[in-house]
């Protein structure tokens, strides 16, 4: 039965093509953009959560309030200091701790300056292994800094694979940062996230360069064996709450588990994305309302159609399946058009992203994503069809007959 | 003979503004089991209304109207749709085929509504059509076939579920007199070899001469009836 149901919608959609093709529009913009923006929305969650996976989940970072998600590098994030570094490795739980201090430096190499991200390793090498780890900074040629490494550097991916600068730079060279000159000694591997434009030094050059003493960006605590992160980070609160004097909720200082930082990240990613799904779905909105006009003018065109099969035995059942189908088809169509398009558009997105900000942006379709778009957009058409198609199953046979 | 189709005092009034209009006045009508009756009557005479009632494609105002002993007059109109499904075939004066099926799917439609199995649908559809010299055309649709062929269709879709009772409304309006002809001989050769009931509607009395009985309607009323004994002609 829904075979013939089927055969007798297709049948009338094939026959209105323009028609037909026009009113899907509405449908399948309004899919495309939600699949696209659901597809890379997830593939930045993935990249992300697969970044924090490999830096482990027993990582404490405290900074300066101001610090958040500002771009990195900017002197903003001021606000811990050596002195917390002392307090925090003595909290209980905390198994070591390291002070990292980040700025922007001006570098210069192939007669070209750029003001790029500079970051220091700590002077003690259970510190510096800290940060490498939870950082993932490998290096793919040449060799790791070492503690007593005065005028030497490691670079970034983008350095020496890149063309950040109008060559590439290779092991060996040498690069002038603020004036003063440091050689290359090894070469980083890929990290993404925009971490490849980054150039590492000894703590002692860094706080050379910029005459800071006591000036931290960030400290990375390890929680020791068998301590829960946020216990840990919860009393790591607590003994810089009571140094500096202040009042819960009026910390100048943050400090978050690994897992909070990638929770508080998805909770923006999320809300952005709400956002534009929010927008997408108005789409959507106008193209069931396309969709009923269409049916309602159908069902008028067709009532001397309406009227022969309820001569020959049509019940009013028939009748609403017949156009139920109809345009449940019609935003089946426009569905499947639209998860098409927002699958090439999210993968064109991905490849221009890839030039500019790297692995973070790709696209991710999950089945239940594609699947669910196209059930989605024939549940809007059905719907939408409900009221065109009760008025059509209504029609006296009579009257249908007459409208010829 | 047991009457196949009854109308004991049918009225039909229609409300146009503030006017009503009686369309069939009281009208009692009698059609016997395998019998070939023609109504007859100018334009305004209410056969057509007549004729949706005896479809039962309407319901009388007043009065009652029997079919195969049932009275439809207050049935539903899915109740309606399964009988007129069962035991009436119509063949329509615009032959009134689905312009977006073919032929083998316009013959196969009324079977469908009727939860015929497909492959039964397809072989009596088939068979139909080329009883009707319809074989080669049977994925046409009805705008790739002639007049001629396109009313052939449309019996093949009144005999699809064998019903008792074959309804034809002005069948050769819109043919030429050679395939009117046909369509005529068809049917009294339903009437004779198989036993259906025929009703014809027509304004044309040469037409209604090939009926065994001739109801005469003016203005919403039988004003005679009589039996002609078909005229083979």
């Known amino acids: 039965m829904i075979a013939d149901y089927l055969r007798l919608a297709t049948g009338s959609l094939r026959k209105r093509f323009l028609r037909t093709s026009l009113t899907m529009i509405g449908i399948f913009i309004g899919i495309a953009a939600v699949v696209a923006l659901i597809s890379l929305g997830q593939g930045m969650q993935d990249a992300i959560n697969a970044q924090f996976a490999s830096v482990g989940s027993d990582k404490i970072t405290i900074q300066g309030a101001s610090a958040g998600f500002g771009p990195p590098g900017q002197d903003t994030a001021g606000s811990v200091r050596e002195d917390d570094l002392r307090i925090v490795r003595q909290v209980s739980g905390v198994a070591i701790a390291a002070g990292r201090l980040f700025r922007g430096l001006n570098i210069e190499y192939a007669d070209e300056t750029k003001n790029e991200f500079v970051a220091s390793l700590p002077k003690d090498q259970k510190e510096r292994d800290l940060v490498i780890e939870a950082v993932n900074l490998k290096i793919k040629h040449g060799r790791q800094l070492k503690p007593g490494d005065k005028g030497k550097i490691v670079i970034g991916y983008n350095y020496w694979a890149e063309e950040l600068f109008p060559k590439n730079v290779p092991l060996g060279a040498n690069l002038l940062i603020q004036g003063k000159q440091f050689e290359v000694v090894g070469l980083m591997d890929k990290i993404g996230a925009g971490r490849d434009d980054a150039i590492i030094m000894n703590e002692e050059d860094l706080r050379d360069l910029t005459g800071t003493k006591e000036e931290l960006s960030a400290i990375f605590a390890q929680v020791a064996k068998g301590e829960t992160p946020s216990t840990v980070a919860e009393r790591v609160t607590r003994a810089l709450r009571r140094d500096r004097g202040q009042k819960e909720g009026q910390e100048d200082f943050t400090v978050q588990t690994s897992e909070e930082l990638i929770g508080s990240i998805n909770t923006i990613l999320n809300v952005v994305q709400a956002v534009f799904i929010g927008i997408a779905a108005i789409s959507l909105l106008v193209g069931g309302v396309g969709i009923m006009n269409t049916m309602y003018t159908s069902v008028l065109e067709r009532n001397r159609d309406i009227g022969i099969m309820k001569a020959i035995g049509a019940r009013n059942s028939d009748i609403l399946w017949i156009f139920l189908i109809e345009s449940g088809l019609l935003g089946m169509a426009g569905g499947a058009i639209g998860v098409a398009l927002g699958v090439s558009l999210s993968k064109l997105v991905e490849i221009i992203g890839r030039q500019v900000v790297g692995d973070l942006l790709q696209a991710t379709f999950s089945p239940t994503l594609l699947i669910g778009a196209i059930l989605f957009s024939f549940l809007i058409g059905a719907a939408s069809g409900v009221m065109p198609a009760l008025a059509a199953s209504k029609l006296p046979p009579v009257v249908a007959l007459r409208g010829d | ?233």
């Open chain 2, 1 to 233: 003979m047991k009457p196949i189709i009854e109308l004991k005092n049918v009225w039909k009034t229609y409300r146009l503004g503030e006017t009503n209009v009686h369309a069939l006045q009281g009208i009692n009508l009698r059609v016997e089991q395998g019998e070939f009756i023609a109504i007859q009557g100018p334009s305004g005479s209410g056969k057509s209304t007549a004729m949706n009632l005896v479809g039962c494609l309407d319901t009388p105002t007043r009065g009652d109207v029997y079919l195969d002993g049932k009275n439809i007059s207050a049935m539903s109109e899915s109740d309606l749709a399964q009988i007129r499904g069962r035991k009436i075939g119509f063949i329509f004066q615009k032959f009134n085929l689905i312009e977006t099926l073919t032929a083998l799917e316009n013959v196969t439609l009324p079977m469908t509504f009727q939860g015929i199995p497909e492959e039964e649908r397809l072989a009596r559809a088939t068979a139909l059509l080329k009883q009707f010299g319809l074989g080669e055309r049977l994925d046409h649709r009805p705008n790739q076939l002639s007049g001629g062929q396109q009313q052939r269709v449309a019996i093949a879709r009144a005999l699809a579920i064998d019903p008792p009772v074959i309804l034809a409304d002005e069948p050769t309006g819109n043919l030429d007199s050679k395939t009117g002809k046909e369509v005529m001989e068809f049917l009294r050769e339903m009437h004779k070899h198989h036993g259906k009931t025929i009703v014809l509607v027509t304004h044309d009395d040469i037409l209604a001469t090939r009926a065994d009985k001739i109801a005469f309607l003016k203005d919403g009323q039988i004003i005679n009836t009589k039996k002609v004994g078909g005229n083979h002609k």
